[in-house]
């Protein structure tokens, strides 16, 4: 690798990781737990740091558990059955650290992000006003249709700030929505696609 290369490769790294670094957010351990043993149809989301193995990059993200789960499949390759599942769901129950390092593209691509640190940043200022029981009451706009935020690479980026919080979001059933466990299923994102509750 030359010397230009190198440095490229430097410059990658800080410039992809230095968002996840400054910011230094975790999920408790509890929450973490809940999201992983959550098997449903609405999957809750996990905190994770995920670095590529070939690359050397890393960045924290939220994706659903499911999501997650499959990626810890394609890397291992497990089988697509109870005992996989299973299996899938200890490794990622015995990492404390929340941080996975993948070598395979296709568990890559099972959680790649689709936010940018600028869009997380956007989310914090707009739900900054509002307390964690403001967002359990669903006092907020943010199921408004004519949001600035309907766009779909912010729902992951909503399940960030909600965990930053101390909150454990997942996303509902069908709608796409994001909901706070133990709201009452009143969402907190809601994707232009899918109906909106009053």
């Not at 193995?53 to 890393?58: D, H, V």
């Not at 659903?64 to 200890?90: P, Q, S, V, W």
């Not at 943010?142 to 965990?163: F, G, K, M, N, P």
Request: aromatic residues 10%; contains cysteine.
């Amino acid at each position: 690798m030359t010397h230009y290369g190198k440095m490229l490769k430097f410059l990658l790294l800080y410039a992809v990781t230095l968002p996840a670094m400054a910011a230094e957010y975790t999920q408790s351990a509890a929450s973490f737990e809940a999201a992983v043993s959550n098997i449903s149809t609405s999957p809750s989301y996990v905190m994770v740091t995920i670095a590529d193995a070939n690359t050397g990059l890393e960045r924290q993200i939220c994706t659903t558990a499911n999501f997650l789960a499959g990626a810890i499949h394609f890397e291992y390759g497990l089988g697509n059955d109870h005992a996989g599942l299973k299996r899938a769901t200890e490794l990622a129950l015995s990492n404390t650290s929340h941080r996975f390092v993948f070598t395979k593209q296709t568990a890559l691509d099972n959680v790649r992000i689709e936010f940018t640190p600028q869009d997380l940043e956007k989310v914090r200022a707009w739900l900054a006003p509002l307390s964690n029981e403001d967002l359990m009451a669903g006092a907020h706009p943010w199921t408004q249709r004519e949001s600035a935020y309907y766009a779909h690479r912010y729902r992951d980026a909503v399940a960030c700030v909600l965990i930053e919080r101390g909150l454990s979001p997942y996303q509902a059933d069908l709608s796409g929505q994001v909901v706070v466990a133990g709201s009452k299923d009143i969402p907190v994102y809601a994707p232009a696609i899918a109906p909106v509750h009053p």
